[in-house]
Nanobody, 116 residues
Framework: QVQLVESGGGLVQPGGSLRLSCAASGFTFSMYHMQWYRQAPGKEREWVGIITDSGGTTGYARSIEGRFTISRDNVKNTLYLQMNSLKFEDTAVYYC?????????WGKGTLVTVSS
């Protein structure tokens, strides 16, 4: 049974940091590229960034580039999103996504609220 379980969300003040995790099971994690998406209230889901299966390459949306860092641990089968210098507009539910060819899996998301 494939599972992607996000954790680490919560309430943080502007300028603060959070690290999200996504624990994967039920598939060969190291063979999948991994992505983070987010969906703010009332908006469409937005791509945040990607890390290749080996972890050798990352790519980011312009809106978060330089503030967020994606990493992975293929031994622990876990994906990470380090978020620094958080802004009000980063408030969203954050989802992890595993993709390989035409196969894709999604987690249920974790809520990040940036508020003073």
């Amino acid at each position: 049974q494939v599972q992607l379980v996000e954790s680490g969300g919560g309430l943080v003040q502007p300028g603060g940091s959070l690290r999200l995790s996504c624990a994967a099971s039920g598939f060969t994690f190291s063979m999948y590229h991994m992505q983070w998406y987010r969906q703010a209230p009332g908006k469409e889901r937005e791509w945040v960034g990607i890390i290749t299966d080996s972890g050798g390459t990352t790519g980011y949306a312009r809106s978060i580039e330089g503030r967020f860092t994606i990493s992975r641990d293929n031994v622990k089968n876990t994906l990470y999103l380090q978020m620094n210098s958080l802004k009000f507009e980063d408030t969203a539910v954050y989802y992890c996504n595993a993709v390989r060819g035409n196969q894709a899996y999604w987690g249920k998301g974790t809520l990040v609220t940036v508020s003073s």
